[in-house]
């Protein structure tokens, strides 16, 4: 009976693994240049999401779905000088002296590739954003998700934190 589980338990598992996968797709790898102020990054692309090129200057790229559940999210990632968001201090501070002010300020301290930051969830007329900040030599690297509804759902937080968990600096 044991070895009978066995058997029906391990395609059961890689079948499981393979469905929580499903919503990521293949990696976008973008290019040190002025616009990522010269960092080099990788993250799995969303399944079912359309890639297009950020617009804003500090826009890197974007992943817009049409709609899931009636409602349009998107994933964007920007990066800024510390200098431009008058975060020019943080250069010189240790991940712990970081980790102090944001826990000391009320703010949700959270670590990117082992890099300091801090994550935020707001809501402005007609959309809620879940955002993360991130300290990386010299820049800050945003992560952000934006729902045009007052709350995101569950499976987009969901993916949020599957897509920041497969960034990697190169």
Do not use: R
């Amino acid at each position: 009976m044991k070895k009978l589980l066995l058997i029906i338990s391990i395609p059961l598992m890689f079948c499981c693994s393979g469905l929580l996968a499903q919503d990521l797709g293949a990696y976008y790898t973008s290019n040190a240049n002025a616009k990522t102020n010269g960092l080099t990054f990788k993250i799995n692309k969303p399944l079912g999401y359309k890639q297009f090129q950020g617009e804003i200057e500090t826009t890197i790229v974007g992943f817009s779905n049409n709609k899931i559940g009636g409602v349009i999210s998107e994933f964007y990632i920007s990066i800024y000088s510390l200098k431009e968001m008058e975060l020019d201090d943080f250069k010189n501070m240790s991940k712990n002296e970081i980790k102090d002010i944001f826990l000391s300020n009320n703010m949700k301290y959270y670590e990117l590739c082992g890099y300091p930051g801090w994550i935020v969830e707001e809501s402005i007329v007609g959309a809620t954003s879940l955002q993360s900040f991130t300290i990386i030599h010299g820049s800050l690297f945003v992560f952000k998700l934006t729902s045009l509804s007052k709350t995101i759902l569950h499976k987009e937080k969901e993916l949020f934190y599957k897509m920041s968990n497969t960034l990697k600096f190169i």
